[in-house]
């Protein structure tokens, strides 16, 4: 048996490089996973991976911008496998550039993606995890809201408010048997990591500095994440709540 034997997962995302990677880890485990993308196309091509290894998943187009997106997605994922047991915030979205090169329309899309997406999905899904007195929430942050990152002012705001109130929904939701925890990647090598490159001088050049400044010598790959993201999911953090973890080769070594 699995580690989410017969648990119903939505991961947020789930049709980029950490998101796919977090699926195909949970339907490994036993897990129903309903991947919500924006990308309907990635979303199934991650189903389609999953399902020809004998997994259970179903791939949903998803805008997590848009409530009615997000509470229609919620409705058909809890028609087709049931109430939803685990929750995965990881849909995120970057501009990389000085603050003072942004723009008012970039730090709108920043914040409604990173920040507000998150807030929907939980709107969505805490009521029935309160009432049934079960569920496990992990919210994939960033180092960047622990450090602070050049080139990423708003970027880094979001995920430090998505930390924050992970931090706080951990605590109202204490009561009601809800664990809600946060892991933080570090430099990815990801599509996501890729367009936020592009726009430099010399996109090479700037991933190899991204590399050189982890200790443990390179960028993390998707299938680094997806084992702290279980753990937390898991029942072998059914006592762990509130907390935040790096998962970034030791770029960030915060106490």
Not at 10 to 33: D, L, M, P, S
Not at 74 to 97: K, R, Y
């Amino acid at each position: 048996m699995g580690r989410l034997a017969g648990k119903t997962a939505i991961v947020t995302g789930g049709g980029g490089g950490i998101g796919g990677a977090i699926c195909r880890r949970f339907a490994a485990e036993g897990a129903k996973v309903a991947i919500f993308d924006l990308s309907l196309a990635g979303a199934e091509k991650v189903r389609d991976a999953i399902r020809g290894a004998g997994g259970t998943a179903e791939a949903f187009r998803c805008d997590i911008t848009s409530r009615a997106e997000v509470d229609a997605a919620v409705a058909a994922t809890e028609s087709a496998f049931g109430p939803i047991d685990v929750l995965v915030n990881n849909a995120g979205w970057d501009v990389f550039a000085p603050f003072t090169k942004t723009q008012p329309e970039q730090w709108q899309q920043l914040i409604a993606i990173n920040l507000v997406g998150a807030l929907h999905l939980h709107h969505a899904v805490l009521p029935g995890m309160a009432a049934r007195k079960s569920g496990r929430i992990v919210n994939v942050a960033s180092d960047a809201a622990r450090v602070g990152s050049s080139g990423e002012a708003v970027y880094a705001a979001c995920k430090g408010g998505l930390v924050a109130f992970s931090k706080t929904i951990a605590r109202e939701h204490a009561r009601h048997g809800i664990t809600i925890n946060v892991v933080c990647p570090g430099p990815t090598d990801t599509a996501l990591l890729a367009g936020v490159v592009e726009g430099a001088a010399n996109p090479e050049k700037l991933k190899e500095a991204f590399a050189k400044a982890i200790p443990l010598g390179r960028l993390a790959q998707p299938d680094d994440l997806p084992g702290a993201v279980l753990f937390f999911a898991s029942d072998d953090a059914a006592f762990v709540t509130g907390q935040v973890l790096s998962v970034s080769g030791g770029l960030t070594m915060a106490g």
